[in-house]
């Protein structure tokens, strides 16, 4: 007999607006409906009827825990339009916090995955082990979030040198804790009985899905922005890529927390090849055309797109975000598991759903996602912009 | 005057009243602990009876086209089996002579009652979720009750055969607590996992795992039926190792049983604390498997009498 058991629209955890309806046969998952939706708040549209310094600040609250990768990849983007480069300060500042940026991220997820399997003390102790980093974010940018860093052009703030030693010192705690961590993940019996052998995402799926980020690290498929198309100061530090075969949920967890290692070791790099000199380069104007910027952020690249026309404003903003590609891969990986373990491989992509979020047509209250309705309107608008720009 | 006495016994001390107060101070025990593992302060100690009585002030909502009567039996049964279960563990305990035949297997049912009353609510509330937590705490039920009663008949036999509360804690007035023998260590392991999972703590909070299922059974429940739920949770948290200490590890006759008791507590909440939850079908494998056979190897030495 199958029997709908719901986790949404409001998800009792991760407390964001999605809807997943779990079709199961008593405790077996058989089948996965993913609706989003809820909360489109239209940012690509905003971001067209303001300037384009004004924009890196709206698309930095795109998502609370990537707080850097949208503008990162926006600037980037920005940058490319206008054929300019940061100086290569600006560049190691924007590696660095983008790189601590991950190790916040990832600590959060490792924590949030500890709750998920009922562990809370893993996610108090790592949570732990995140605020210091938080207090560094204050000290260097004043905020513990939305850091405003980015800029066109290069970076808004400095990192002041009496600031080095303490984010040395941090990574020195952090690294310790990080190998604590890796290791109690990986030799605890009970973790490994719950994340062994769960929610396995095959490499063949994650190419056809085009996962992204460590949801595809963990399956074997080795895709990294940082490495493919390396940007800013990522060509010039030494670090490895890590990739394990397996594609179920230990193996995620194993790239995040090893990735978290590798991030220390760039930040360290940087800090030490820092360069001195200015850290912005002033950009008076974007001249007409159009430019990309791809960042790789904690859940996987993040792809922005600007067009210009040669005035103040983007006449064209797209963004993609990561868990956009992670999150339909869902559907394969948690069919044929147990309810129990659904929760936990739902939430193993590290879903951002205010990332996801995109515009639903409903039609007599039914939901009408289909992909002819979206291409029509795709098109729909695609001629709209071309009937304008003619003239 | 005797049914006064009677009455008193049962609804002030040492039963319901006296209970849901003992326990309500354990949970805020467990609370405390859990909080400095996970580098928190932890509330004050009156925070479980604010909760409780804030629940007591709160609406009571029966969910559309469920049984009224089932759905508020469910909190009932276990708050009356744990008050019986109460005097007869104190009144066996002070004085051993006052006991019947066949009492230790009335103490099984009464503490079977409590998971029981989860069922019938947890069913009576037609939430899918809920029926996903029923079937999860039947399951659980069978799984750790197999090794619980295997425990119990090699602690019937350690007591000479006697089916007597009161013999069981006599016979170990006269020789020592079964505790400090192979076959005892090994009973108390398999009971306090049984406690540990009819608790409904972690590793084996499977029926109501509040990340997956929404707590379970619980999800419809609100207000005074809430409460009692919490307060059937919190009177098996003192009750339950009271039974453990009675039947392995001698009564409470002396002052020592204070400190065997909250040894247990911060056992149970260490447990608790450094565990993942498990999966329903490793729970069964565990307590059929792994604890099971525990059991009957426990079984086989009392025979021994090791």
Known sequence: MKRIVPIGPYHPLQEEPEFFKLIVEGEKVVDLEINIGYNHRGHEFVAQKMTWDQVTFLVERICGICS?????????????????????????????????????????????????????????????????????????????????????????????????????????????????FTKAVLDDPVIRARLEGVGILSKEDAVAYGVLGPTARGSGYATDVRKDDPYDAYDKVDWNEIVFDEGDVLAKAKVRLLECSESIKIVRQCLRNMPDGPIETRVDEIPPGEGIGRHEAPRGEVFHYVRSDGSNMPVRHKIRAPSFMNIPSNVVAVRGYSIADAALVLAAVDPCYCCTERTVVLRNGKRELTGKDMLRLSWRKTERLRRRYRR | MSVVRILFSYIIFPGFIFTALVGLLLTWIDRKVTARIHWRVGPPWYQPYADFLKLLLKETIIPEGSSKVLFLLGPIIGLVAMSILAVMLFSMNLNPGNTFVGDLIVMIYLLALPPLGIMIGGSASKNPLASVGVSREMTQYFAYELPFLITIAGIILKAGGSIRFGDIILAQKASGPFLYSISGVIGAIVILLSAQAKLGFVPFDIPEAEQEIMAGPYIEYSGVALAMYKLVRAMMLFLLPLFLISVLWGGLGDWWAILKFLLIIVLIVLIKNTNPRIRIDQSLRFFWLGIGILSVVGLVLAVYGL
């Open chain 1, 68 to 180: 850097d990768s949208h503008p990162y990849a926006y600037v980037l983007a920005v940058e490319d339009a206008a054929h300019v480069t940061a100086p290569p300060r600006a560049q190691y500042i924007r590696t660095i916090i983008g790189e601590l940026e991950r190790i916040h991220s990832h600590y959060l997820w490792v924590g949030l995955a500890g709750h998920f399997i009922g562990y809370n003390t893993v996610w108090m102790w790592v949570w732990r082990y995140r605020e210091p980093l938080l207090d560094i974010f204050e000290l260097i940018m004043g905020n513990r979030n939305h850091y405003a860093i980015n800029k066109v052009g290069g970076a808004r703030r400095d990192i002041l040198p009496e600031h080095y030693s303490k984010i040395e010192k941090y990574l020195d705690l952090l690294e310790e804790k990080n190998t604590m």
